[in-house]
């Protein structure tokens, strides 16, 4: 059984930066997405960024120009990088990785970012 284990959350104040990483235990295949999301207490589930087998990105607009995801070197890997973080990026952010062969999504259990001075 495949987990993804995230990385990297914690406390931050506004202004502040944090790096959220997400691998795999094991080599998964068929790879065509790797994403983040994040949910606020109250709120749905919202997709923060992916990242395509192609190296396409896609962005929520409230992180646009802050965010940036990138996949890692080693397979499996997939990054967040968060810039100039405000108190309503303050979520638990989860990263899932989608296959084609099977259709399927695997999820991380999440790791807690929050913002707050």
């Known amino acids: 059984q495949v987990q993804l284990v995230e990385s990297g959350g914690g406390l931050v104040q506004p202004g502040g930066s944090l790096r959220l990483s997400c691998a795999a235990s094991r080599s998964i295949d068929s790879i065509t997405i790797m994403a983040w999301y994040r949910q606020a207490p109250g709120k749905q589930r919202e997709l923060v960024a992916s990242i395509s087998r192609g190296g396409s990105t896609t962005y929520v607009d409230s992180v646009k120009g802050r965010f940036t995801i990138a996949s890692g070197n080693a397979k499996n890997t997939v990054y967040l990088e968060m810039n100039s973080l405000k108190p309503e990026d303050t979520a638990l952010y989860y990263c899932?990785?989608?296959?084609?062969?099977?259709?399927?999504?695997?999820w991380g259990q999440g790791t807690q970012v929050t913002v707050s001075s």
């Open positions: 899932k990785v989608g296959t084609m062969v099977p259709p399927y999504n695997y």
